[in-house]
């Protein structure tokens, strides 16, 4: 009776013990994801933040002429400079 009463208490201990492992395999998991995901985030926020220093010093150009012609050519710069970074990155 008491061996009976036993087996099951070590049965249930392994059940919890699968369980606790399982749970912590998930979190392992999910922590890499949240980092990468951070490390995403982080990079796009440099990326925003380059956006508009350089749209500042563009803004803060004063050109005789024709400014907005300007303008456009440094965007699409960006824009290529971006497409490149995205490319780079994966």
Known sequence: MQLS?????LK????????ATNEIQQLRNEKTE?????????????NFQNQIKIGKIVESIDV?????ELKE???EYIRE???CIEHLSK
């Open 5 to 9: 009463s036993l087996e099951r208490k």
């Open 12 to 19: 249930l201990l392994v059940i919890a013990y699968e369980t």
């Open 34 to 46: 949240l980092k990468n995901l951070l490390k995403t985030k982080e990079d796009q926020l440099v």
């Open 64 to 68: 005789g002429g024709d400014s907005s």
């Open 73 to 75: 050519r440094i965007d």
């Open 81 to 83: 400079i971006d497409r």
